[in-house]
Every structure is written in structure tokens, then in C-alpha cells.
């Protein structure tokens, strides 16, 4: 099991960056994948980025070249920097954390909320 904690959200002008924050309770390394989603109001869950524990990322088309996922194992966390945002960016963007394969369990923080004003 893992606990996840997001920060990082606020409130942005468009054109703007934020770095968001997760924050991991274990090892990121024993983690087979962690992830950025969000969520607007009326609208499904969606991916916005991955990276799997061999290193490879993966990214929504209308986030690529915009976002960037990374991650600092030495302090469990995991970052997504966000750069020229949209007000369709705006959501609640939650961490997750798969682990596992065969049944595998997927964890979520608690989100932090984003707002990008036109």
C-alpha cells in the first residue's frame, strides 16, 4: 500500500506554469507506474501523463509538449510541470500509484485543484 499527497495547485493566468507535487508514503522505485490525472467538473477522469518503472512516459495528445512528468526517487516524489496552460486545463489533478501485476491495486491522493483563467 502507498499514500499519495498532491500540492502544488493554484490559481493561473493563461500562459502561465505550475509545478504540481506528489508525494509518495514508500519507495517510487517499488512503484510499477505513477501517473497525473484529472478531473473537471461533469467530465470523466482522464490521463494527463505516466512513467512506468522502466522509465517510459506517456502523455494525453493535448497535453504533450506542454507537460512534463518526472520524478526524484531519493525523495519519493513524483512532479508534473505544467507550462503554457489553458482554461480547458482547469480540473483537480490527482496522483496515482499502480503496484503490482495479476492483480494489480491503484492508488490516489486527494487531488489539488487547478485553475487557469482566460
Known amino acids: 500500500q502507498v499514500q499519495l499527497v498532491e500540492s502544488g495547485g493554484a490559481l493561473v493566468q493563461a500562459g502561465g506554469s505550475l509545478r504540481l507535487s506528489c508525494a509518495a508514503s514508500r519507495s517510487i522505485v517499488t512503484i510499477g507506474t505513477m501517473g497525473w490525472y484529472r478531473q473537471a467538473p461533469g467530465k470523466q477522469r482522464e490521463l494527463v501523463a505516466t512513467c512506468s518503472h522502466d522509465g517510459r512516459t506517456n502523455y494525453a495528445d493535448s497535453m504533450k509538449d506542454r507537460f512534463t512528468i518526472s520524478s526524484d526517487n531519493g525523495k519519493n516524489t513524483v512532479y508534473l510541470q505544467m507550462n503554457n496552460l489553458r482554461p480547458e486545463d482547469t480540473a483537480v489533478y490527482y496522483c496515482?500509484?499502480?503496484?503490482?501485476?495479476?492483480?494489480?491495486?491503484?492508488?490516489w491522493g486527494q487531488g489539488t485543484q487547478v485553475t487557469v483563467s482566460s
Open positions: 496515482s500509484a499502480i503496484i503490482g501485476t495479476t492483480p494489480w491495486d491503484q492508488y
